[in-house]
């Protein structure tokens, strides 16, 4: 038996002696979710896809990631005398290349100052740490997203939610618990609805509230040369922060968030993520400098990825899907409990089409959906199959007993 075969006998037979409490949570999961909920099958495992699938599960919105001058400007940097400094970002030197990419970014944002982090969540739970503590109020529509609500729960916040694009709601939870820190996503990952961030602006200014955007799904997509939503409605000068996964229309794996020179000072002496995870390497830096300049650029491909939003959203709506709790490139096909989404996704699989499956903790319990992310490059004979393939399986999916045509239905009879 080889050395590697042996050690992971010993890994296996060690977690056969796991301690009841581990266990009972793992048969939550393998027993009662699986096996009797699901009849044994998971939900996210898809069948490996054929040649010519419509892969709608990627975030890369303007199809991005193989375009060949990104590639070579990180190849170059790859096979270039520049190999970095594995450390963390509080120990670059001034004029780094990591500094000088997030001048840029800040830039393009509209902003003073930026910092670049390993990913959008550790950006998002580095800043509540550094923002919120004992005691703070930290209102979050309830589907912001969990690295938000993590950065709440590391910082020792109060946590307090308000209904999901409700403005009014938001105002009443400020006025109980008083001024804290607003946080909201510009464009929903779950659904792509768009957060009301006008009207959640002038809440934070009446409270004396700081207010975080999390701009993840909208950076390079929406506003003024990709600049994001925030950007669009000239609301730059009055958000705190803003915070984005680089994983989305930036097709790399980082996070940034937006702020002052001043506090980007005290940020690199107090985020946990910032002090004690390692920094960007330098291809990754080389993917983004390059990146920024396509997306600031890329109008044609925003205006693609528009025209494919609604070509693929008037679709589906004419077919009876209820896709109306969002509006942008984001496309919730909520089926609700798990087993209708698991019949929904194997529908979807036979007919070549791949999404993501959204389901507890995602999502709530009963509203679990496959998540279907449109991109640029989406073609006219892949978005004919797409609509094809959901105008087939309506009657095999039980479209009609899905919770969003119940909601829809509910609705139309008020
Ligand atoms: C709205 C939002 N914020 C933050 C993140 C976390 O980003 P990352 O994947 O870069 O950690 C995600 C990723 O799913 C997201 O959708």
Redesign the pocket.
Known sequence: MTFAANQSFSAIRAELCMPEFVRRRMDAHYVTRVQQLLGGEHLHVWKPAEAGAVMLASNDYLNISNHPHLLAAQARSLLGSQSGMLMSSVFLQEGSSQHRLEAKFAAYMGAEDGVLAQ????A?VGLLQTLAGPGVPVYLDMMA?A??WEGVQSAQAIGVPFLHNDPAHLERQVDKQGAGIIVV?ALY?TNGSVAPLQRVVEIAERSGSILIV?E??SLGTHGPRGAGLVAQLGLTERVHFR?A????AFAG???FLTCSSQFKGYFLSASRPAIFSSCLLEHELAWFDAALDFISAADAQRAALRDVTTQVREGLRGLGYNIDDGSEQIVALEAGPEPKTLVLRKALERRGIYGAVFCAPATAKNRSLVRLTLNAGLSAQQIARLLDACADMRHEVDLEGWSSSKRQHRLTLV
Not at 119 to 122: D, F, K, L, R
């Open positions: 990913s959008g969540w550790a998002n997203h690295s938000l996503d990952s999390d993840s799904h915070t996964s680089l994983a989305k794996r980082a996070g």
